[in-house]
């Protein structure tokens, strides 16, 4: 069984900074593209970053510039490193994985709890 874990939300005020970590855990035979995603109340999911295997990084236009998604591969880990917070980044962000369990079966998302991120202004 595997297992997304978030860590590192909280409460800070606007202008500061938090980061993010997410680990996967369990028979992992690869890992794809991982990312972050976060659901304000009342709305939608919506994407904030994704990063391949190789490194490369997509975001979300209202965080270009402010937010940094990086990870370490051997760990099957994501990292969010997001400076310069704004009250509209109040939301629960989830990690996600798109992975293989093993060489015979086919890729698949799987998702984290979501951990809680509030900017106070």
């Known amino acids: 069984q595997v297992q997304l874990v978030e860590s590192g939300g909280g409460l800070v005020q606007a202008g500061g900074s938090l980061r993010l970590s997410c680990a996967a855990s369990?028979?992992?035979?690869?890992?794809?593209?991982m990312g972050w995603h976060r659901q304000a109340p009342g709305k939608q999911r919506e994407l904030v970053a994704t990063?391949?295997?190789?490194?490369?990084?997509n975001y979300a236009d209202s965080v270009k510039g402010r937010f940094a998604i990086s990870r370490d591969n051997a760990k099957n880990a994501v990292f969010l490193q997001m400076n310069s917070l704004k009250p509209e980044d109040t939301a629960v962000y989830f990690c996600?994985?798109?992975?293989?369990?093993?060489?015979?079966?086919?890729?698949?998302?799987?998702w984290g709890q979501g951990t809680q991120v509030t900017v106070s202004s």
């Open positions: 996600s994985a798109k992975l293989r369990l093993s060489f015979t079966t086919l890729m698949a998302d799987y």
């Open positions: 369990g028979s992992i035979f690869s890992t794809n593209v």
């Open positions: 990063i391949t295997s190789g490194g490369s990084t």
